[in-house]
């Protein structure tokens, strides 16, 4: 049973630069969040996906947005990067209503 | 909202020495406590949780934890640590009430295991 996957592993982007950060959830799972861990921090909640629709938001811009596929699939999109950005993104997955989340391995963003 | 402390940034510790770290929450409502250990360059892995029940509780790695509703605190200790418990350890709480609810972290305690 796969545990939950991420991609890129590492990423470096210049300031103003889009990214696309891609997560599948364990399998079975349908509600996916993101996190934000910079260095030396807690993991910060970004946002959480369930039916393919943002449920809850945490203390970000707009210009992190995200995405649900009808596979429970996610996608974090991240627009015009800032130096500031630059982080672990850490996705999880759930059951809907499970208490646990698991988490994937991360990617390691770095803009310059 | 709900708030953690962990009131060490960095704990080391003598190979086959006992360990405690420390967890302390703050919230209006009931949570679940979770311990996560993050390894050098890789994801979260739960290490363990409080739901109900046994305020006493047992994880993965030989380490236990326990919940103090009146202190508001959920310490994990491990009686005898080694080299391979070099890790971030990260306390955490969800409300029991959730729905989509997120994960409140700690700032993480360094562990360092010194031979």
């Known amino acids: 049973d796969a545990g939950v996957t991420q991609s890129p592993t590492h990423l470096i982007k210049t300031r103003g630069q889009q990214v696309t950060l891609r997560c599948s959830p364990k399998s079975g799972h349908d509600t996916v969040s993101w996190y934000q861990q910079a260095l030396g921090q807690g993991p910060q909640f970004i946002f959480q996906?369930?039916?393919?629709?943002?449920?809850q938001r945490g203390n970000f811009p707009d210009r992190f947005s995200g995405h649900q596929f009808p596979n429970y699939s996610s996608e974090l999109n991240v627009n015009a990067l800032l130096l500031g950005d630059s982080a672990l993104y850490l996705c999880?997955?759930?059951?809907?209503?499970?208490?646990?989340?698991?988490f994937g391995p991360g990617t390691r963003l770095t803009v310059l | 909202a709900q708030s953690v402390t962990q009131l060490d940034s960095q704990v080391p510790v003598f190979e086959e020495a006992p360990v405690e770290l420390r967890c302390n929450y703050s919230?209006?409502?009931?949570?679940?406590l979770f311990w996560y250990v993050q390894y050098p360059n890789q994801g979260l892995q739960l290490l363990l949780k409080?739901?109900?029940?046994?305020?006493l509780v047992k994880g993965i790695n030989g380490f236990e934890a326990e919940f103090n509703k009146s202190q508001t605190s959920f310490h994990s200790r491990k009686p005898s640590v080694h080299i391979s418990d070099t890790a971030e350890y990260f306390c955490?709480?969800?409300?029991?009430?959730?729905?989509?609810?997120?994960?409140?972290f700690g700032t993480g305690t360094r562990l360092t295991i010194i031979p």
């Open positions: 919230s209006s409502v009931s949570v679940y």
């Open positions: 996906y369930y039916e393919e629709e943002e449920r």
């Open positions: 999880a997955s759930r059951f809907q209503g499970a208490d646990t989340q698991y």
């Open positions: 955490a709480v969800i409300r029991t009430n959730f729905g989509n609810e997120k994960l409140t």
């Open positions: 409080y739901l109900s029940g046994s305020t």
